[in-house]
């Protein structure tokens, strides 16, 4: 298994949960990124406190403010994160933002529908967009051919929940606008991979397991995985894949999921 060594990683929703979680694993690898940055909605206000506990003591993490659902709050993120970056490139970025409402598909709405798509869909495909120069960049930067985490890659947080095959716990919660919108996030992934292939960017989609977060805590029933034992699984699956791996739908283990 190769190392996970990036010289430059962005999280979106880094604030709480699997994002915040990823942000402190960084920051305690033995050889931690020069540049992490870690977007939130709001960087000054009480829900990014732990996030600015960690800014003061890391002078190597920048915390921005992004709202994933806003092209010009993205235009503005990707415009600072160059800044920082002067003349190199991003490593990797997770689009980890996303969000949840408990519906039923009898109680589903436009509002419902349009609003999780928006930030769990479209979010997602507007940062690539936005991010691509950069990505680009860290690609040509980087020695060596074939694809990996730590030369430039896109991570989707995805779900089983929206796989089709699987139609994973069914019985907890129906959740079909989410649903939805994370089957649609597997296929950008697949159309990111197949167009950003010759950029030199790998592309993956996750399941981070079910873990004990707002998100997955949400109901009656307390998720099996801790957000440490989740990130850590992830990050050891991205420092071991590969060309061979982008465009595929992966869990925190690194097992491939049906679609
Ligand atoms: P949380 O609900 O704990 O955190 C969600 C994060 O996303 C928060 O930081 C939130 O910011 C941010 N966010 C939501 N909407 C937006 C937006 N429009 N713009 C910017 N940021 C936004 O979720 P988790 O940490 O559990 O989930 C992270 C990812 O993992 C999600 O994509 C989720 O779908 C996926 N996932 C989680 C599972 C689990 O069991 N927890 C299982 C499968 C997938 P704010 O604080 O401002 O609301």
């Keep these: 298994m190769g190392e996970l060594r990036v010289r430059s990683v962005l999280v979106t929703g880094a604030n709480r949960g699997i994002g915040l979680g990823f942000v402190q694993h960084f920051l305690k690898m033995p050889k931690p990124p020069q540049w992490i ?11 990014a406190q732990e996030l600015q506990n960690l800014a003061s003591k890391h002078p190597n993490l920048v915390i921005i403010a992004l ?4 092209p010009a709050s993205i235009k503005a993120a990707a415009a600072k994160v160059g800044e ?3 003349g190199s490139g991003l490593n990797l970025l997770i689009n980890n933002a996303g969000m949840v409402k408990p519906t039923m598909l009898e109680n589903e709405t436009l509002e419902a529908m349009t609003e999780i798509y928006t930030t769990n869909t479209i979010g997602p495909l507007l940062m690539g967009q936005a991010f691509l120069p950069l990505l680009k960049k860290a690609a040509q930067g980087s020695p060596g051919s074939g694809l990996s985490c730590s030369k430039a890659a896109i991570v989707n947080m995805s779900s089983y929940a929206g796989s089709i095959e699987d139609v994973y716990v069914w019985e907890f919660g129906q ?3 989410y649903r ?4 649609a996030l597997n296929m950008l992934t697949k159309c990111q991979s197949l167009a950003y292939k010759e950029h030199g960017i790998l592309c993956v989609t996750f399941h981070p397991g079910w873990v004990q977060t707002d998100m997955g805590g ?3 029933f307390k998720p099996p995985l801790t957000v440490d034992d ?3 699984g992830m990050l050891k699956v ?5 060309e061979k791996d982008t465009g595929t739908f992966l869990d925190w283990e690194g097992k491939i999921l049906p679609w």
Excluded at 180 to 183: R, V
């Design 37 to 47: 940055f870690a977007t939130c909605r709001d960087p000054k206000g009480q829900r």
């Design 67 to 70: 709202e994933v659902t806003d």
């Design 84 to 86: 920082h970056l002067g």
């Design 175 to 177: 959740v079909v606008s």
């Design 180 to 183: 939805c919108s994370k089957a």
């Design 218 to 220: 949400g109901g009656s």
């Design 230 to 232: 989740s990130v850590q």
């Design 238 to 242: 991205l420092s071991s894949i590969s």
